[in-house]
């Protein structure tokens, strides 16, 4: 972040002001974003949840979840 | 539209700029545009046509480059103001991060800011999200115009601002209050990237 927020703050003027501001603020957030996952990661691994089927029809009840994931991966 | 992705280390931003017909909605974007370094400019896209009117709107890209190991971009848009691209307005709000209300501080205009204020209401909440809680910021522009011809700042907030969100005066045709009005609006879109309901978090 100090990269880039340094780099255009050389360059002056409104827009190296702005993306010094938006690089601070996102440094804050990735940072309080990270303190949260890693407790997790150190922690041991949970069972993993297993979708949700429906038994006698082989239906994923949760799909729309899965789309969305699936979704997200691909952008 | 996820704002954060963690899979890919992108951060994105859709932030649009809302409000009635010649309210300086296009001028924010260009002064925008005009500060951008010359490394950094893409293309604004202005599609403006009379024939199709499904298809009338600004789109500037701002590709900040890695932040915290992150690809950062914003997208600027703008609305058509006129009432009659309102399917055009509900398109350009799909998956809307945050939104800028440029209103005309003229007095005579009024009326209009407050029809666009309430056609944005109606567009978000079709689009199934919670006018009183996304992201916003209000813009009153035009305070380069003669006293006897604006609104006081205290009476366009006391109509318009019911949520008592940030509000900036701004003369976006010399770019005064572009900038303020663009951090504060990606400063409260940012802050939602820890939110637990953050799609793609």
Redesign the interface.
């Known amino acids: 972040m100090a990269r880039e927020a340094g780099k255009e703050a050389e360059e002056g003027g409104e827009f190296a002001d702005f993306l010094a501001d938006v690089s601070k603020e996102i440094a804050q957030r990735v940072e309080s974003l990270d303190k949260r996952a890693t407790p997790a990661a150190t922690s041991p691994a949970p069972a993993k949840k297993k979708t949700p089927l429906v038994a006698d029809a082989g239906v994923i009840v949760e799909w729309p979840n899965v789309a969305d994931r699936v979704i997200e991966e691909m952008r | 539209m996820?704002v954060?992705?963690y899979?890919?280390r992108?951060?994105t931003c859709k932030i649009v700029y809302y409000g009635p017909g010649r309210s300086g909605k296009t001028t924010n974007l260009q002064h925008?545009y005009s500060?951008?370094?010359e490394e950094?400019k893409g293309k604004m896209v202005s599609l403006a046509t009379e024939t199709d009117r499904t298809l009338f709107f600004d789109f500037l890209p701002l590709d900040?480059?890695?932040?915290?190991?992150?690809a950062?971009r914003f997208q600027l848009y703008t609305v058509p103001g006129q009432v009659y691209y309102a399917a055009t307005r509900k398109l350009v709000l799909q998956g809307v991060d945050g939104v800028v209300f440029v209103a005309d501080s003229q007095s005579r205009q009024l009326a209009e800011n407050i029809e666009s204020l309430q056609d944005l209401h109606a567009n978000l909440a079709d689009e199934g999200l919670d006018p009183r809680t996304i992201p916003l910021v209000m813009q009153y522009n035009k305070r380069d115009l003669p006293a006897g011809e604006i609104s006081a700042i205290e009476d366009l907030d006391e109509t318009l601002n019911f949520r008592g969100v940030p509000h900036y005066p701004a003369t976006a045709v010399t770019?005064g209050g572009?900038?303020e009005t663009?951090?504060s609006i990606?400063?409260l879109v940012?802050?939602r990237?820890?939110a637990p309901a953050t799609?793609?978090?």
Request: glycine share 14%; hydrophobic share 35%.
């Open positions: 996820s954060v992705n899979g890919t992108e951060i925008v500060k951008l370094p950094r900040l480059g890695t932040i915290s190991g992150f950062t770019g572009v900038f663009l951090r990606s400063t940012l802050s990237l820890s799609k793609g978090s």
